[in-house]
């Protein structure tokens, strides 16, 4: 198809086309013509996908670029193709982790993980990210995020079983690769607006039960 | 103190505290001198919190001054103070929203919304936000977010709970408003970290379980 049909049937305008694949994000068509390439499903497919890595999920064009290098770079391996969706998704700021606070806050993750046996690379970048959120909340007064470690463990862990297991169930290896990108970025932006419904349902409930009833004299 | 002494005390490097001055992120001190101000304790606790914004939960500027600014124009209000601080954390881009397959995602929203009797406004973003991520899945051939709707709506009820339970827990309304903004953006980032955390170790011990053992013949 042209670039015209690609388009329409993607939903996404020629500029950007034309800018995606300036950047990368989406291997060049077969040249019909001087000035004419013609492309396939799975340039639609392609497209589908860098769309809802940056839309929906979130990533940066940069972070979509490598989220499509390690599709083919790891076809193999999914662990590492796990590493590279997980950091494009991941804050692209780092704060500061020399602090005796932040040292503490990761020794902390350290005994979780051994406590729990999770299977991680000791160098995992996201064992210093879980430290950056309880060391912010250590020197903001907010031990609560430390002190409920374990319950947001846990629910960790049971989404993870849930999606893990979801990738597993694909008979295909390459159609499980996939899910291993998609999963991880499109399933964040899914828990997190879940999750933002869900406070706003327990705010006003648990709101409403410490009011007084109607029944009650003022 | 002088600006030294709050760079010092946060980490924060004096020419970023002077952007902030300048952004509207941190309020001017108390002029002492010509080229001099003078800053308090309020300063210090409202710059470890724009950078717990940016730095952990990933917040942009302009987001961090709007949940700043929320801080005090929604000091008696912790619901639009929780709509702000869950806004400032949403992907900045938005998907084509005008599909029929989008539209059946909302749909489908509704529904979840009304099946678990969550008290949620029904022009909540973040229930867009839900059909993104199912309408992207659909159109990249993802049915499995769909299918286990029910499994990521159960899972962040159950951290929604623990979560607003941490917030009413606090006796000062005041303090109770800060945690509404940290605990969105910081649980966020530490539930997220978590969750890699978690599928590492799920990813590894799934997959060894499906690896013929030692004691079985080639």
């Known amino acids: 198809m042209r670039v015209g049909e690609l388009s329409r049937r993607s939903?996404?305008?020629?500029?950007?086309?034309?800018?995606?694949?300036?950047?990368?994000l989406l291997a060049p068509g077969v040249a019909v013509?001087?000035?004419?390439?013609?492309?396939?499903?799975?340039?639609?497919?392609?497209?589908?996908?860098?769309?809802?890595?940056?839309?929906?999920?979130?990533?940066?064009?940069?972070?979509?670029?490598?989220?499509?290098?390690?599709?083919?770079?790891?076809?193999?391996?999914?662990?590492?193709?796990l590493g590279v969706a997980q950091s494009s998704?991941?804050?692209r700021h780092?704060?500061?982790?020399?602090?005796?606070?932040?040292?503490?806050?990761?020794?902390?993750?350290?005994?979780?993980?051994a406590e729990r046996g999770w299977l991680v690379e000791a160098w995992s970048p996201e064992m210093d990210q879980v430290a950056?959120?309880?060391?912010?909340?250590?020197?903001?007064?907010?031990?609560?995020?430390?002190?409920?470690?374990?319950?947001?463990?846990?629910?960790?862990?049971?989404?993870?079983?849930?999606e893990v297991g979801m990738v597993l169930a694909?008979?295909?290896?390459?159609?499980?690769?996939?899910l291993v990108v998609l999963g991880t970025v499109l399933g964040e932006a899914l828990f997190s607006a879940l999750r933002m419904l869900a406070h706003q349902h327990e705010s006003k409930r648990q709101l409403e039960l410490g009011k007084p009833g109607p029944g009650i004299a003022q």
């Open 11 to 24: 939903g996404v305008p020629i500029p950007t086309i034309k800018y995606y694949l300036r950047e990368g």
């Open 33 to 81: 013509a001087s000035n004419q390439a013609d492309y396939g499903e799975e340039h639609l497919r392609r497209l589908l996908l860098v769309r809802a890595l940056i839309d929906v999920g979130g990533v940066s064009v940069a972070g979509a670029r490598e989220v499509v290098g390690a599709l083919t770079a790891y076809a193999d391996d999914p662990l590492e193709l």
């Open 89 to 91: 998704v991941a804050p």
């Open 94 to 113: 780092q704060p500061d982790r020399a602090t005796p606070e932040w040292l503490a806050a990761r020794g902390r993750v350290t005994e979780l993980v």
């Open 132 to 162: 950056d959120a309880l060391a912010a909340g250590g020197s903001l007064g907010v031990p609560e995020l430390s002190e409920k470690l374990g319950e947001y463990a846990d629910t960790a862990a049971s989404l993870a079983a849930v």
């Open 170 to 178: 694909r008979p295909d290896p390459a159609a499980r690769m996939e």
